[in-house]
């Protein structure tokens, strides 16, 4: 059973920075993608950041150029480096990995991230 928790959340002014970080329970290089997704009250939770085994990254048009993933193998982590933070930015996020052997799906239980003045 993979085990993930997510870090890093907090209530932020617009423009400014939050660092996420999502700590797993084996190694983040076993898993084929490792992503961060967010999810307002009331929609569908939508994908923010992915990573692919090979480096691959991926990202919502909405937060291309703010947002940066990234894995840390001294930490064992998966993070998101959000920048230029904007209102439509509050979500709980989520960090979500797929294991190649079985490929199933694992989620964190998310981070509350607040944009606002």
């Known amino acids: 059973q993979v085990q993930l928790v997510e870090s890093g959340g907090g209530l932020v002014q617009p423009g400014g920075s939050l660092r996420l970080s999502c700590a797993a329970s084996?190694?983040?290089?076993?898993?084929?993608?490792m992503g961060w997704y967010r999810q307002v009250l009331g929609k569908q939770r939508e994908l923010v950041a992915g990573?692919?085994?090979?480096?691959?990254?991926n990202y919502a048009d909405s937060v291309k150029g703010r947002f940066t993933i990234s894995r840390d193998s001294a930490e064992n982590t998966v993070n998101l480096q959000m920048n230029s933070l904007k209102p439509e930015d509050t979500a709980v996020y989520y960090c979500?990995?797929?294991?190649?052997?079985?490929?199933?799906?694992?989620w964190g239980k998310g981070t509350l991230v607040t944009v606002s003045s």
């Open positions: 979500k990995v797929r294991t190649p052997w079985n490929d199933m799906e694992y």
């Open positions: 990573l692919g085994r090979t480096g691959i990254t």
């Open positions: 084996g190694s983040i290089f076993s898993y084929d993608f």
